[in-house]
């Protein structure tokens, strides 16, 4: 019997796109999105910020010396943030889920502010009872510590957790956990997964 539900954000619950941040902030920066990607993704900058490592600001004040010149907060939060566009086929799901007694548990590689960006834009995390975040969580999937802290956040034994990312390696780290895991491909093949384990929604 499965108990609580665990999703990924990103390309689950919502489109989004680490080109369009670069444009973004490259224009922001005034340079080409490619050299933005070169200076955010490939430096690892980004991802540091995603583990939690470094905060915001310290986040911008990097991007600042990389850049040569001050960037404001708010600004570059905007030209972060802006790349996401909700999966809107997911609410009910999550919506019908919840109505059943499910657990619902977040589990996602995200930054502060493109998680505080959602909380105020959107309202898909709203029927979340829990949030297992990498900025938190100090480490990113498929590192061991974001499932260890999913294990505490799911309320049940990991066999009775279903979990779903369109990550097929992220997918295959979750199993290793104990956790029933499919690979997200659209709303329709999870609601498939989802009635082939006796869930009609």
């Known amino acids: ?101 499910h657990r619902l548990v977040l589990l996602s590689n995200t930054t502060v502010s493109h998680y505080e960006w959602i909380r105020e834009k959107f309202t898909f995390l709203e029927p979340f009872d829990h949030c297992v975040v990498s900025f938190e969580a100090g480490a990113m999937k498929p590192d061991p510590p974001i499932y260890q802290a999913a294990l505490q956040a799911i309320h049940c034994e990991p066999r009775e957790a279903f979990y779903t990312d369109d990550i097929p390696e992220y997918v295959a780290k979750g199993r ?10 659209t709303p329709e093949s999870l609601l498939r997964q989802l009635a082939d384990r006796g869930i009609v929604i």
């Not at 689950?12 to 224009?27: A, N």
């Not at 290793?176 to 491909?185: C, S």
């Open 176 to 185: 290793e956990y104990g956790f029933q895991a499919e690979t997200f491909t």
């Open 1 to 101: 019997m499965i108990r609580t539900f665990l999703f990924d954000m990103g390309n689950v619950l919502t489109r989004f796109s680490h080109d369009r941040m670069c444009d973004q902030i490259g224009t922001l920066c005034g340079m080409s999105g490619d050299k933005m990607r070169k200076l955010l993704i490939d430096t690892g900058l980004q991802w540091e910020f995603e583990r939690g490592h470094i905060t915001e600001e310290t986040f911008r004040d990097r991007l600042s010396g990389l850049v040569e010149r001050s960037l404001d907060r708010n600004e570059l939060r905007r030209a972060s943030s802006d790349i996401f566009d909700p999966i809107l086929e997911m609410r009910p799901i999550l919506d019908a889920l919840k109505r059943r007694g």
